[in-house]
């Protein structure tokens, strides 16, 4: 039993550390939080779901055309919506991506009404039984494709020059742009990135879940308790804080009730920032007078 | 440029003429425009409640559909189960709202501030939804609950026309004492932790505590009028407090101008009118206000009220003196 909910906790966990760490990439290269994210999510999902459903793409190259899609999209919301508003109050930037996701949702609900989809079994991959435990094609599928995401992403940041414009971009700015770094187009790219990212974590669940056009909201929770949890800022913080959350979610849900499974974010969320602010790998925050 | 005294007269007298000219729209108006005076009212309030922590504190927030709920909810509670009438439940829905806004901010007082206090104020507004769902025996779960017909001295209150000029009196109260407390001390420090928190701070001003108040008026204006909406649809159920109304809150207060009290007025009005033709389009209304937003915070970052004060110095809204 507890082995079992490990399994389908570390799988939930998986799909939320590409949604917070997607959070994360564009809050630390432009300070941005995307209070829209869940719904560049959702975008995902519902891309692959048109391509697969209604287009008849084969899942894996549908899986990739919504990717890069969406990593279109970022970068178009970018260039397009937030580099105008720089300069201006801090909140526009967080009411700019919020209705960039209304405007999503609004479209995905105008296409397809007030119905449920379910996403078709697109993968076969035969369950493992270990004992009494199993491991099912879901499951494996997740956790194998979001471990090679994490392996390529932390790879590319530790291991390329692009890791180090990214270091850069985070420490400052201003200094990125003195030596010769293109920030504007950088956060551009990063937004891309976060999309991306984001619509990989959407069309894993999409299998698995139903979709429907409020699934976002769910989603940004999930991804910011994981954030709040693992220290806000913080990649690896975002990834294990994911984690935490996917298996407390599954343990108060079988041990404690069942109805917790849909608070458990929230729980943390509220407990975390009374108890530990900074989270469990964040930086305190020291204001400067 | 700062308005001379004859136009802060003039300013005086535009506040006051406004309502007492609203006092003959019933005369004019049919049943159906009516019912849309009367939403513009409620949402003026919405807006200027809101307006009061996104605009006034500069404070980014979601908690403002849960206050509003608050309010209508505890406003229907308190006539349902307890029996009191609609009017006297007026205020305390607004004290309800204002124990809310207190939950919602109290993080502040820990240190917590800008997105972590957005998220907890998110995270809040979704816990209230969840509870109005899951609370079956008192708000009536999904079905939500029904408030039975009011009536005033003597006075039934079943007709639009008759609950305008409730509202009215209502809304002119709640303007009048927002106004008064953004001229206040206090009101000068919510605006001074919108510029610089740190500076503020360093004048000895409790900014920790400010913000908190802040949320608190803001909840007590919203959660009024979450009561004036329960009378005003004599229902009230999770689906008028949830996403949407999050996106037309901010949208109102955006069209208007952030910041702005007459900016809620107009915000209200603009965003009442348009959208009435959307509303039996799924998803339509969601694209609608999504593109709004974007579309004044990319043209008109002030909003209407900078269209306004570039007519005349009459609106400009300024809360001290050189």
């Known amino acids: 039993m507890l082995m079992q909910l490990t399994i389908s906790g570390i799988s939930q966990g998986a799909i939320y550390a590409l949604i917070a760490l997607s959070l994360t990439v564009v809050y630390r290269s432009t300070t941005i939080v995307n209070f829209g994210h869940g719904d560049f999510v959702m975008a995902g999902a519902f891309l692959s779901y048109v391509l697969v459903v209604l287009l008849g793409v084969a899942f894996v190259p549908a899986a990739m055309l919504a990717v890069v899609a969406m990593f279109l999209l970022g970068l178009a919301f970018s260039r397009g919506l937030v580099r105008p508003i720089r300069g201006g109050p801090h909140i526009g930037f967080a009411l700019m991506c919020i209705s960039a996701g209304y405007v999503f949702r609004g479209i995905a609900r105008i296409v397809w009404g007030r119905e ?157 920032l009374f108890l530990r602010p900074h989270g469990l790998f964040g930086r305190k925050a020291i204001v400067k007078v | ?115 972590y206090l957005a998220i907890i104020t998110l995270a809040f507004g979704e816990l209230m939804r969840w509870l109005y769902v899951h609370g079956k025996s008192v708000t009536g779960g999904t079905d939500g609950m029904g408030l039975p017909a009011q009536s005033l001295f003597g006075f039934s209150l079943t007709d639009d026309r008759a609950k305008f000029y409730i509202f009215l009196v209502v809304a002119v109260l709640l303007f009048k004492a927002t106004l008064n407390i953004l001229r206040s001390r206090v009101g000068r420090s919510v605006m001074a932790v919108r510029e610089n928190e740190v500076a503020t701070a360093s004048l000895g001003i409790p900014t920790a505590r400010i913000i908190v108040f802040a949320f608190m008026w803001s909840g007590f204006v919203v959660g009024c009028a979450g009561a004036l909406f329960a009378l005003h649809t004599s229902y009230v159920f999770p689906e008028s407090f949830g996403m949407l109304h999050l996106i037309v809150s901010f949208a109102m207060v955006l069209v208007g101008g952030l910041g702005s009290v007459i900016g809620a007025v107009l915000g209200a009005a603009a965003l009442t009118i348009l959208p009435e033709y959307l509303r039996s389009f799924p998803g339509m209304e969601e694209l609608f206000f999504g593109l709004i937003v974007i579309a004044v915070l990319l043209a008109l970052p002030d909003g209407l009220a900078s269209l306004l004060r570039k007519l005349s110095p009459i609106f400009v809204e300024r809360y001290y003196r050189e």
């Open chain 1, 116 to 272: 449920v989809l379910p996403m078709p079994r697109v993968f076969d991959i035969n369950p493992i039984f270990i004992g009494d435990l199993i491991i099912t094609g879901d499951a494996i599928f997740i956790l194998s494709t979001t471990a090679i995401m994490l392996a390529v992403f932390f790879g590319v940041l530790a291991l390329t020059d692009i890791g180090k414009m990214v270091q850069a971009v985070y420490q400052s700015a201003r200094g990125a742009q003195l030596i010769g770094i293109n920030v504007d187009r950088f956060n551009d790219f990063t937004w891309g990135i976060g999309a991306a990212l984001g619509a990989i974590g959407g069309i894993l669940i999409a299998p698995i879940s139903l979709l429907h056009p409020d699934l976002g909201a769910s989603f940004l929770i999930k991804g910011f308790a994981a954030m709040t949890l693992g220290g806000f800022g913080s990649l690896y913080g975002a990834v294990l804080g994911a984690l935490i959350l996917g298996l407390s979610e599954q343990y108060a849900g079988a041990y404690i009730d069942s109805a917790l499974i849909d608070i458990t974010a929230y729980l943390v969320i509220v407990l975390v």
């Open chain 2, 1 to 115: 440029m700062m308005p001379t005294q004859t136009q802060l007269l003039l300013r005086t007298l535009l506040f006051w003429a406004v309502p007492l000219l609203l006092l003959a729209l019933p005369l004019v108006t049919n049943a159906y425009v009516q019912f849309i005076a009367n939403s513009i009212v409620i949402f003026a309030l919405v807006a200027l409640g809101f307006n009061f922590v996104i605009g006034n504190l500069g404070q980014l927030a979601f908690a403002n559909t849960a206050l509003f709920g608050l309010g209508a909810y505890g406003s229907a509670i308190l006539v349902n189960s307890f029996g009191l009438p609609w009017i006297v439940s007026i205020p305390l829905a607004g004290v309800a709202g204002a124990a809310g806004g207190f939950l919602a901010s109290a993080a502040a007082l820990r240190g917590i501030r800008l997105y």
